[in-house]
């Protein structure tokens, strides 16, 4: 896989920040390399989290990602003003459109202050981001007024929480008891509902090929369709019996593009209807 410019100046800020540490950055990928195995490794890298779980493990300090980051620089490294300006869009790139997300006027009395000259493709800016920019400022930072912070967050339905803590431990533990690899696949797909992974996205994680992956399912008499109608329809009684949301909202988190396709499955797991089922299931 080749490695941008870009790519390269975080890795070699973050091996140097490691060491600034007292942690051996290339003993660290060396042991991160022997834990996943050797055709795992052969296949592809250590990931960025591998990595930093092995050098927390190795140097015993558990607040060792907080001093990585907050001693990584990026901008020392390569030609200052440009690389400083790439990493400065990335950033805030990624913060606008996570931003955009969870509240409903992302922009609204936001400025931004730039370090570096207004670009040549300041057009862009202006396409992406309708805020107040300003530029050749003493340093890059956002200011978010008072009544911004205040806003509630988009998706902040408590009843959503359906999804996280206890609730999803009880949809595990409420299972029958199954064989290994059927319970592991049970699991990462209660924890990844809202953009449930595929069955190739699972095999990765598990190092193992999606061949092999089936064919253990297979061994344990079921299969990742299976699994994963099983799965929705939990999330779904769930969603129905505890929340308040739409039938339509229910679709969207169970990943269907029609609520129609979520109604027609939902009648083929129960025999019933999901408005039906939500009035059977109300106290």
């Known amino acids: 896989m080749a490695i941008t410019a870009l790519q390269a100046i975080a890795i070699k800020a973050f091996r140097d920040r490691l060491a600034s540490l007292g942690v051996n950055p290339l003993e660290v990928i060396e042991t991160a390399s022997l834990r996943r195995g050797a055709a795992a490794s052969a296949h592809s890298p250590p990931t960025s989290h591998e990595i930093l779980e092995t050098a927390v493990a190795m140097s015993g300090d558990t ?31 990624q913060l606008y459109l996570q931003t955009k997300s969870l509240v409903a006027k992302p922009t609204e009395g936001v ?3 730039f370090s570096y000259p207004k670009p040549a493709h300041f057009g862009v800016y202006e396409q992406n981001w309708p805020v107040l920019m300003e530029f050749n400022q003493e340093h ?17 339905d408590p009843s959503t929480n359906v999804l996280f803590n206890h609730q999803c431990e009880e949809l595990v533990s409420g299972m029958a008891e199954v064989d290994e690899t059927t319970a592991i696949i049970r699991r990462l797909l209660i924890h990844s509902a809202g953009s449930f992974l595929s069955i190739s996205e699972l095999a990765e994680k598990l190092h193992v090929t999606e061949r092999t992956l089936r064919r253990r399912l297979a061994a344990e008499g079921t299969d990742f369709r299976t ?22 909202e229910i679709a969207d988190l ?25 009035q059977q299931a109300s106290p």
């Open 111 to 113: 400025t931004v202050h």
């Open 254 to 278: 169970l990943n269907y593009s029609e609520a129609t396709n979520f109604h027609r499955a939902f009648q083929r797991w129960n025999s019933t209807t999901p408005a039906d089922y939500r």
């Open 63 to 93: 607040t060792l990602a907080i001093k990585i980051g907050s001693g990584l620089d990026l901008t020392q490294y390569g030609a200052y003003g440009y690389q400083k300006m790439l990493v400065t869009e990335l950033a805030f790139s």
């Open 140 to 156: 890059t930072q956002i200011f978010l007024p008072d009544q911004w912070l205040r806003q509630r967050v988009r998706t902040g």
């Open 227 to 248: 699994i994963l109608d099983d799965i929705k329809n939990r999330l779904a009684q769930n969603y129905l019996s505890k929340t308040s949301l739409s039938v339509a």
